[in-house]
């Protein structure tokens, strides 16, 4: 019982730390020592040293000796390259769903993740958009196998911030919800390579217009 309340302790440190850093509100070089955060949480200092040992291991903070946890930043190579890897993740996550007998309920999720993504930005809901293009991929994770939803599910945490902040500068690009469009057609047909294929550009083609915002912006991280 003991052990359970722990563990139960850490999850909520951690899932409140690391909603704080993926939204802004700690945001990065962030930084300040483990009795001021589980003062912040509310909490003892056991869960949270815990729960920061693993967003350190996400890459999300550093810890540092006597300093406490610092929420790290993202530069311009660093988005490049969890982008690169997501392209070949998701496009691997996507040819795996095309191939599933029952998606039924995969398709429906992504029918609805992309509904949602069109009506935010009919409504110039921006962060809506933002929010509802992220679920649209990890739905697709959800659905390839658990080792490759979490290594996407990483990855997508650790540029979450700067893709959110560089898509409320340039804005929602339109061709993105085209994209999710044709994969879901896709991956109703059940064709596999043409699923890598889109979901692959689809990222790649994402990265290019990010690392443009970024280059634009004159900032070195985000």
């Not at 540092?64 to 490049?80: E, F, H, N, Y």
């Amino acid at each position: 019982m003991l052990a359970r309340v722990k563990e139960t302790r850490v999850n909520n440190a951690y899932e409140k730390l690391k909603t704080d850093i993926l939204s802004g509100e700690l945001a990065p070089g962030f930084q300040a020592p483990e009795p001021e955060i589980a003062a912040r949480l509310e909490m003892s200092r056991t869960p949270v040293r815990e729960a920061l040992i693993r967003l350190e291991a996400e890459g999300l903070v550093s810890l540092i000796p006597r300093r406490g946890a610092k929420v790290l930043s993202i530069q311009l190579q660093d988005l490049t390259e969890v982008m690169e890897i997501l392209a070949a993740l998701e496009g691997l996550a996507a040819s795996i769903l095309a191939r599933l007998e029952n998606k039924t309920d995969a398709l429906a999720e992504l029918e609805c993740a992309s509904t949602a993504a069109l009506l935010a930005r009919e409504q110039n809901d921006l962060n809506g958009w933002i929010d509802q293009d992220d679920r649209f991929h990890r739905v697709i994770a959800k659905y390839s196998n658990a080792r490759l939803e979490r290594e996407i599910g990483l990855n997508l945490d650790q540029i979450h911030r700067a893709v959110r902040v560089l898509t409320r500068m340039n804005g929602a690009p339109v061709e993105a919800d085209a994209d999710h469009r044709a994969l879901i057609e896709t991956l109703s047909g059940g064709n596999e390579n043409a699923a890598y294929e889109i979901a692959q550009t689809h990222r790649l083609n994402a990265l290019q217009t990010l690392r443009s915002v970024f280059e634009r912006s004159g900032v070195s991280q985000l």
